[in-house]
């Protein structure tokens, strides 16, 4: 759920997020790699997040280990495992798909070098919440059809961050949304576990910052 919205004009102009993040993707999914298929159930659960997922995946975020419904590149080091935790019976309905796709996401750390202007937005709500930026992620939400990459027009999905490693547990956190053209959204954690952030990801691009309020 959304918190409130902070118009754009107030943070920044214009809102760059990296394009190496879209190429990468497109590349990938482009490929014949089935990506969609569910990995295999003796597939060990790694400490820290791998690359390549397959949908149904475990992954451990914040310690506790979570089935990811999407496919994807999971490769954000910032934090402590992200997964997708929509059912995956729910992705239709929920991103709009169409017969034959297959939603797939990508999920790398941002900073700035990589999206210089998406930053000064996050930093710049951040501080309007008397907050505090502890990790950035670039999202790009989309579906496969026949190996190639399909932009969603609609749609979103929860995902499930865990806490950069040292973070307070005792504080309160949010997410701050950045879409490109520079819309920022205030978005609410979503679950009660101390050492996780649920929030809502929309299709599409986007950079999503873990924020302490």
Same mark, same amino acid.
């Given at each position: 759920?959304?918190?409130?919205?902070?118009?754009?004009?107030?943070?920044?102009?214009?809102?760059?997020?990296?394009?190496?993040?879209?190429?990468?993707?497109?590349?990938?999914?482009?490929?014949?790699?089935?990506?969609?298929?569910?990995?295999?159930?003796?597939?060990?659960?790694?400490?820290?997040?791998?690359? +390549?997922? $397959? %949908?149904? *995946?475990?992954?451990? @975020?914040? &310690?506790?280990? !979570?089935? /990811?419904? +999407?496919? $994807? %590149?999971? *490769?954000?080091?910032? @934090?402590? &495992?992200?997964? !997708?935790? /929509?059912?995956?019976?729910?992705?239709? *309905?929920?991103?709009?798909?169409?017969?034959?796709?297959?939603?797939?996401?990508?999920?790398?750390?941002?900073?700035?070098?990589?999206?210089?202007?998406?930053?000064?937005?996050?930093?710049?709500?951040?501080?309007?919440?008397?907050?505090?930026?502890?990790?950035?992620?670039?999202?790009?939400?989309?579906?496969?059809?026949?190996?190639?990459?399909?932009?969603?027009?609609?749609?979103?999905?929860?995902?499930?961050?865990?806490?950069?490693?040292?973070?307070?547990?005792?504080?309160?956190?949010?997410?701050?949304?950045?879409?490109?053209?520079?819309?920022?959204?205030?978005?609410?954690?979503?679950?009660?576990?101390?050492?996780?952030?649920?929030?809502?990801?929309?299709?599409?691009?986007?950079?999503?910052?873990?924020?302490?309020?």
């Amino acid at each position: 759920m959304k918190l409130k919205k902070i118009l754009a004009a107030t943070l920044a102009a214009t809102m760059v997020l990296s394009s190496a993040m879209t190429v990468s993707a497109r590349n990938y999914y482009s490929s014949s790699a089935p990506a969609e298929e569910p990995a295999p159930a003796s597939t060990p659960v790694s400490s820290e997040p791998e690359t +390549i997922k $397959g %949908a149904n *995946a475990e992954i451990k @975020v914040g &310690g506790a280990v !979570v089935r /990811t419904s +999407i496919a $994807g %590149a999971y *490769a954000a080091r910032s @934090v402590q &495992g992200v997964a !997708v935790t /929509t059912p995956a019976s729910d992705l239709a *309905a929920k991103l709009g798909l169409k017969a034959g796709q297959k939603a797939v996401i990508t999920i790398y750390d941002a900073d700035e070098k990589n999206s210089p202007a998406a930053m000064a937005s996050i930093n710049a709500a951040a501080e309007a919440l008397g907050g505090k930026v502890l990790a950035a992620l670039n999202i790009n939400l989309g579906a496969k059809q026949n190996h190639k990459w399909v932009a969603l027009e609609g749609g979103s999905v929860a995902l499930a961050t865990g806490l950069p490693k040292g973070a307070d547990t005792t504080k309160t956190y949010c997410a701050v949304c950045v879409l490109p053209g520079g819309e920022v959204t205030i978005l609410e954690d979503l679950d009660t576990n101390p050492k996780t952030v649920t929030f809502e990801v929309k299709s599409g691009i986007g950079a999503y910052a873990i924020v302490a309020k």
